[in-house]
C-alpha cells in the first residue's frame, strides 16, 4: 500500500480547539534531555498532525483519517481499508502501553475500541480526537529523533534499533543501544555521515539505503520545518523492507510561525486558563506550581528572576514577560493574570529600566494598582534607566502590601517570605 498523506478532515479550526485537552510537551520521549531551557512558545503537534507534516517532507506515513466519533471511526476505517490501528491522538507518549492503540480487524471491533478509546485519560489527557490508519505489518522497530542540544550549540540526533514502547527502558539499561551525532547546523547532515551513523546504530543491513534516505528527510523536516523535536517511535521496517513512521512526535518552534502555515497545529495547542488570559493580552506567560506570581521585562530577566526565587527558597507561580513597554495597561493585565492565580501569595515585579526609563514603569505600576485590585502584597525592583526618579514616584505609594527592594536579591528574598506569612 502506497503511503498518502494523512487526510485531515473537515472540521473548522475552532472544533478542534475545543476538543483537545492536554499540556504541551516538548522533550524527547526519553534518555538524554538537553539542558531544559523553557520554550515559551512552541506548538506540540498531535500525531496525525505530526504526520501530516513529515508527509510534506516525502516521509512515508500510513493513510489514515482523524476522527471525533465512533461512526466517524468506523467510516474511516472502511475508507482507509481493514485492519487498521485506533489509534488516541493526545498530547503525550505511552499511548500503547495505556490502551490508546489498538488493532481493529473490522467495523465491530472498531466500534469496540473507538468507544473505549474516546475519553480514555492517558496521563492526564483525555481523548477527544482519534487518528484511524491503515495497519501496516512490522519486522522491526527502531527509534530516532532530533532535537536541538542548546548546551552543545549542535542539533542532537538518536538512532537506535531497539524502538518501541519500551524505548525508556532501553535508555536507562542499555543506552549503548542509542547511537548519537552532533551535527553542526551549519554543516547539515551529510548522506555520508548518514550512512556512519545507521552504521554505528546496527540497523539491519538490508535496510541501510531506506533508512539514510528516511533520515536525511527527517532532518530536513526537523530544520526547514522549523522542528525543536521531530522524533519517530517507533519508525519501522515493514515485512516489505520498506522503512516507514510509525508515530510521530514534532515540536514546533513558535517563532517561525510567520514562515508559515500553522493555524490548524496553533488551533489544537491547548494552555491552561491563565495561559489563555495572558495569551489574549498579548503577554509571554507560563504557568507553574509555585507561590510567587513574577513580572519581569525582558525573557532574560524573567528567567533570572525565577532563579533567584527558587534560591532564595521559594517556588515561582508564573514566568511572565512583559516585554520592552512597561505601561499602565500592559502593567494591569500582566497584575490581573496572576492575581487571578489563587496559589499567588506574594507578586515580584522585577524591572529593569533600559529603553523603557524608571519613571514610567512606576506610573506603569501606579496606574495598574489604580485599575487592578490585587490581594497579595507586591515586592518591587526598579533599576536601570531613570531608576531613581521612579523610585520617588513609588515612594508615597509605599505600605506593607507594597515593598521596593534595590536589588533583586533582596527583592526576591522578601517576596518568599511574604509568599510563606501569606
Ligand atoms: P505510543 O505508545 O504512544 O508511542 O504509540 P505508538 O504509535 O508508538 O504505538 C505503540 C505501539 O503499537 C507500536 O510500538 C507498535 O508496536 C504498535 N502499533 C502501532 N501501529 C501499529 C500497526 O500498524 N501495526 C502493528 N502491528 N503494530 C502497531
Ligand atoms: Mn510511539
Given at each position: 500500500m ?12 475552532t ?5 483537545c485537552?492536554a499540556?504541551p510537551?516538548?522533550?524527547p520521549s ?5 539542558q ?7 506548538v506540540d ?5 505530526g ?9 512515508p ?6 476522527v ?29 502501553k495505556a ?7 473490522n ?6 475500541h ?11 489527557h ?13 519486522s ?7 532535537t536541538?542540544d ?7 540526533g ?6 518501541g ?9 542499555n543506552?549503548?543501544a542509542?547511537?548519537?551525532i ?18 554505528a ?18 532532518y ?12 519517530i517511535n517507533?519508525l ?23 514562515r508559515?502555515e500553522?493555524?490548524?497545529y496553533e ?12 495569551h489574549?493580552?498579548g503577554?509571554?506567560?507560563v504557568?507553574l ?18 532563579d ?19 505601561n499602565?495597561?500592559v502593567?494591569a493585565?500582566?497584575?490581573q493574570?496572576?492575581?487571578d ?15 523603557t ?9 501606579i ?9 497579595a502584597?507586591?515586592?518591587i525592583?526598579?533599576?536601570g ?18 515593598v521596593?527592594?534595590?536589588?533583586m ?10 509568599a510563606?506569612?501569606?
Amino acid at each position: 500500500m502506497a503511503p498518502v498523506s494523512p487526510d485531515l478532515g473537515s472540521k473548522p479550526i475552532t472544533e478542534w480547539a475545543r476538543l483537545c485537552e492536554a499540556r504541551p510537551m516538548s522533550l524527547p520521549s526519553f534518555g538524554y534531555q538537553p539542558q531544559r531551557v523553557t520554550t515559551f512558545s512552541a506548538v506540540d503537534l498531535l500525531e496525525y498532525q505530526g504526520k501530516q507534516f513529515f508527509a510534506q517532507f516525502g516521509i512515508p506515513v500510513s493513510d489514515g483519517r482523524p476522527v471525533t466519533t465512533v461512526d466517524e471511526a468506523v467510516a474511516a476505517a472502511e475508507a482507509v481499508g481493514y485492519p487498521v490501528v485506533v489509534k488516541a491522538q493526545v498530547h503525550a507518549g505511552g499511548r500503547g502501553k495505556a490502551g490508546g492503540v489498538k488493532l481493529a480487524n473490522n467495523a465491530d471491533e472498531v466500534r469496540e475500541h473507538a468507544g473505549n478509546i474516546l475519553g480514555l485519560d492517558i496521563s492526564g489527557h483525555i481523548t477527544r480526537i482519534l487518528w484511524i490508519e491503515i495497519a501496516s505489518d512490522i519486522s522491526e522497530e527502531y527509534y530516532v529523533s532530533f532535537t536541538l542540544d542548546r548546551s552543545a550549540k549542535k542539533h542532537l540526533g538518536m538512532l537506535s534499533k531497539e524502538g518501541g514502547v519500551e524505548i525508556e527502558q532501553v535508555a536507562v539499561e542499555n543506552p549503548d543501544a542509542i547511537a548519537k551525532i552532533w551535527i553542526d547546523p551549519v554543516d547539515g547532515l551529510t548522506e555520508a555521515v548518514c550512512r556512519e551513523w545507521v552504521l554505528a546504530a546496527n540497523l539491519n543491513p538490508s535496510v541501510t539505503v531506506g533508512a539514510v534516505a528516511l533520515l536525511l528527510k527527517l532532518y530536513t523536516a526537523y530544520t526547514d520545518g522549523d522542528a525543536d523535536l521531530a522524533e519517530i517511535n517507533p519508525l519501522i521496517v515493514k515485512t516489505d523492507g520498506k522503512v516507514h513512521a510509525l508515530d510521530a512526535k514534532v515540536t514546533l518552534d513558535n517563532n517561525a510561525q510567520y514562515r508559515h502555515e500553522w493555524d490548524e497545529y496553533e488551533a489544537t495547542q491547548v494552555r491552561d486558563e491563565r495561559e489563555e488570559a495572558a495569551h489574549a493580552k498579548g503577554l509571554q506567560y507560563v504557568g507553574l506550581d509555585g507561590t510567587v506570581g513574577v513580572i519581569a521585562n525582558g525573557a532574560g530577566l524573567a528567567m533570572s528572576t525565577l532563579d533567584v526565587v527558587n534560591q532564595a527558597g521559594g517556588k515561582p507561580a508564573n514566568f511572565l514577560d512583559i516585554g520592552g513597554g512597561a505601561n499602565a495597561e500592559v502593567m494591569a493585565g500582566a497584575l490581573q493574570v496572576i492575581n487571578d492565580d489563587p496559589n499567588v501569595k506574594s507578586i515580584f515585579i522585577n524591572i529593569f529600566g533600559g529603553i523603557t526609563r524608571g519613571e514610567e514603569v512606576a506610573k506603569g505600576i501606579i496606574g495598574a494598582l489604580e485599575m487592578v485590585n490585587i490581594s497579595a502584597p507586591i515586592v518591587i525592583r526598579l533599576d536601570g534607566t531613570n531608576a531613581e526618579e521612579g523610585r520617588a514616584l513609588l515612594a508615597p505609594h509605599l505600605s506593607d502590601k507594597l515593598v521596593s527592594k534595590p536589588t533583586m536579591l533582596e527583592a526576591a528574598a522578601a517576596a518568599v517570605e511574604l509568599a510563606k506569612k501569606n
